[in-house]
């Protein structure tokens, strides 16, 4: 079991930039991939990002692209997104996710953390 909180969500203004933080507690001596992923109101959630255990491979949505960096620091068990930037139809809820490969899908997950940017 591993369990993920999210923290540094909040409302910021457009253009402006926020960080978030994703600790891990638990089994964390597994070497997840970790994502970030999001959910609008009266959307789906959509993928944002990923990094593997070492942080030498990452992936973005398009629409993220250039925007968010995400990031990770294995001796705090702690994943980050760096999102500069922010437009308004990037305001969602944000998880982060620990994908487990034997299971091809983000198997544990965060309680979300709200992020929201006014025009």
């Known amino acids: 079991q591993v369990q993920l909180v999210e923290s540094g969500g909040g409302l910021v203004q457009a253009g402006g930039s926020l960080r978030l933080s994703c600790a891990a507690s638990g089994r964390t001596s597994s070497r997840y991939e970790m994502g970030w992923l999001r959910q609008a109101p009266g959307k789906e959630r959509e993928f944002i990002a990923s990094?593997?255990?070492?942080?030498?491979?990452?992936n973005y949505a398009d629409s993220v692209k250039g925007r968010f960096t995400i990031s990770r620091d294995n001796d705090k068990n702690t994943v980050y997104m760096q999102m500069n930037s922010l437009k308004p139809e990037d305001t969602a809820i944000y998880y982060c996710?620990?994908?487990?490969?034997?299971?091809?899908?983000?198997?544990?997950w965060g309680q979300g953390t709200q992020v929201t940017v006014s025009s």
């Open positions: 990094i593997n255990w070492s942080g030498g491979s990452r």
């Open positions: 996710a620990a994908y487990r490969v034997a299971e091809g899908i983000y198997r544990y």
